[in-house]
């Protein structure tokens, strides 16, 4: 069961990832953008909807939400995007597990720069 969610965990990383390099793609249509800019701010951010404290409601957006925003989003994404998008991020992802042996200030500073393009650009 342990192995189980360290998979889905590792999918919805790898999903992230592809959903942030479809965001800057060009083939990508503003509205397209946009609803992935969301999903991947909101999977970054600190901030949800449901507080995590409120016991068991807490966690719903982290359980069900993100993985619903990250599914919606790679179903309106062109399939010729998602797939350069998914070798991109393999690379990017094993490139960087390498490096900083998976840690946690790497993702922290990929969504800091996130923010900074996602406001710098609309």
Not at 24 to 29: G, H, I, L, M, T
Not at 79 to 96: P, R, W
Not at 107 to 112: L, W
Request: hydrophobic content about 50%; proline content about 4%; overall charge neutral.
């Amino acid at each position: 069961m342990l192995n189980q969610l360290k998979l889905w965990a590792k999918k919805l990383k790898k999903q992230l990832f592809i959903l942030y390099l479809a965001y800057k793609d060009e083939r990508v249509s503003w509205y397209i953008k946009l609803f992935t800019a969301c999903v991947v701010a909101y999977a970054f951010s600190p901030i949800d909807l449901i507080p995590d404290f409120i016991p068991v409601l807490g966690y719903i957006d982290d359980i069900i939400i993100v993985p619903l925003g990250i599914m919606l989003a790679l179903k309106m994404l062109p399939a010729s995007v998602i797939e350069d998008c998914t070798i991109k991020a393999e690379e990017l992802i094993e490139m960087n597990d390498l490096k900083l042996g998976c840690g946690f200030n790497y993702y922290r500073s990929m969504a800091t720069y996130f923010y900074v393009e996602l406001f710098y650009c609309f």
